[in-house]
């Protein structure tokens, strides 16, 4: 069996990624080196404590997340939770990758890709692109899934996908026919997606301003948790690695987050 090393799977994720393309808030790629060669992948949202002890009884040799370490303006001591998170890896000789906003714009393995098809909703394109606006392009734009456009059966199919009850702001007779995402916190771009003409926008968290900002503009917002927007572009990637590099042995594990 031939042994895919450290290095070209590292090499294959950034170029497909782009990772260079981003100005992102932690670094993307290679977090944390662990076996040279990669038999086993274990994916996950975020690279918690407890993620990497199930990746550990998995049997894993290398994890990849989306939310990873070492994030702008947080504490660059290695101490407490970060050192037991760090030292556990290396214990275990883990490789810990984590991909950020490369992972949220991809056009097919992404956040945003992938919660428009586990939604069903469409996807506006221009010249064959997903048609995005707001910073970094990283709000997409479209239409709700067939036969859902008024505003309380798209809730309830949302809930009923994500197995999470989202926050509404709005009024739930009303339908739609521009949806607009970003999945994670993305609440602060609630009033681009206004501008580029969402009648709902769809992201993970929500903060206080984000009601008066529906209400005063008249357009709904769901927040439909932050977790449960980003479990899927993971596995998207996870299939793209599969397909690359058969003899890499790839598994999803969840930590269930209510956030």
Known sequence: ???????????????????????????????????????????????????LEKAVEAQADTVIVHHGWFWKNENPCIVQMKYERIAYA????????????????????GNNAQLAKVLGMGVNKKDGVPETCGQGNLIWLGTPPEGKEKLDVFLQHIETSLDRKPLFIGNRERSVSRVAWCTGGAQSYFEEAIQAG???????EASEQVFHIANEYDVAFIGAGHHATERYGVQALGVAIKQQFPTIEIEFIDCPNPI
Do not use: C
């Open 90 to 109: 290396i214990k275990h000789e883990l490789n810990v990758f984590g991909y950020h906003l490369p992972l949220d714009a991809h056009s097919e393995w």
């Open 1 to 51: 069996m031939s042994l895919v090393s450290r290095q070209t799977l590292n090499q294959w994720l950034n170029q497909s990624l782009q990772t260079d393309n981003f100005k992102d808030y932690a670094p993307n790629g290679l977090q944390l080196q662990g076996k040279p060669y990669i038999q086993k992948i274990v994916l996950g949202v975020t690279a918690s404590k407890a993620f």
């Open 198 to 204: 969402a009648e709902v926008f769809i992201t993970g």
